[in-house]
T-cell receptor, first 114, second 112 residues
Framework: DGGITQSPKYLFRKEGQNVTLSCEQN?????MYWYRQDPGQGLRLIYY???????QKGDIAEGYSVSREKKESFPLTVTSAQKNPTAFYLC?????????????FGPGTRLLVL | RKEVEQDPGPFNVPEGATVAFNCTYS??????FFWYRQDCRKEPKLLMS???SGNEDGRFTAQLNRASQYISLLIRDSKLSDSATYLC?????????????FGTGTQLKVEL
């Protein structure tokens, strides 16, 4: 099956712990994105990458880190510096990252703090 | 003022009804517009792009009014399966990659 996959579906984090969310795609997308969704709020952009080995901060990058070592993979690490990490995390991809291109989403990971 | 504003609803309509949602955006330089659909606890999925001349896809019609800075979505002959949250999405300007701004969504409930 083609598409964008995210794992795990649910993730639990203890206080002070770093956790990494996986995002993989086999659509040959150059651009990949990470969003966070909270109840009553629109999706907010955390980081995005338009090409391998390059990424840019989005609107709420503090407390998060990413890497883009391979075209297919764009993992997101939620660090202990992120004080309110409980949210629904969505990874997306688009073909080239050109303005106005449609973004396609993975199924998401729900992160809960214990 | 939020960059993209939507009435959160819920809109409760009977099956077969016609329902319309509006969305306003604040940045007059916005270039691209979309409607996404999001089912409960699922990822958003593209419903349709919105073009300047308006466009239709089956029972769905999208309109753009640049002068008043709003877009609309019309759903005719509503089905139970249309129940979902509809997200208004705007891409402002041409710089800074493909950054999209999402509205908080309008919830639609179609009832028997």
């Amino acid at each position: 099956d083609g598409g964008i996959t995210q794992s795990p579906k649910y993730l639990f984090r203890k206080e002070g712990q770093n956790v990494t969310l996986s995002c993989e795609q086999n659509l040959n997308h150059d651009a990949m994105y990470w969003y966070r969704q909270d109840p009553g709020q629109g999706l907010r952009l955390i980081y995005y990458s338009q090409i391998v080995n390059d990424f840019q901060k989005g609107d709420i990058a503090e407390g998060y880190s990413v890497s883009r070592e391979k075209k297919e993979s764009f993992p997101l690490t939620v660090t202990s510096a992120q004080k309110n990490p409980t949210a629904f995390y969505l990874c997306a991809g688009s073909s080239s990252g050109a303005p106005g291109e449609t973004q396609y989403f993975g199924p998401g990971t729900r992160l809960l703090v214990l | 003022r939020k960059e993209v504003e939507q009435d959160p609803g819920p809109f409760n309509v009977p099956e077969g009804a016609t329902v319309a949602f509006n969305c306003t955006y604040s940045n007059s330089a916005s270039q691209s517009f979309f409607w996404y659909r999001q089912d409960c606890r699922k990822e958003p999925k593209l419903l349709m792009s919105v073009y300047s001349s308006g466009n239709e896809d089956g029972r769905f019609t999208a309109q753009l009014n640049r002068a008043s800075q709003y877009i609309s979505l019309l759903i005719r002959d509503s089905k139970l399966s249309d129940s979902a949250t509809y997200l208004c999405v705007v891409r402002a300007g041409t710089g800074g990659g493909n950054k999209l701004t999402f509205g908080t969504g309008t919830q639609l409930k179609v009832e028997l």
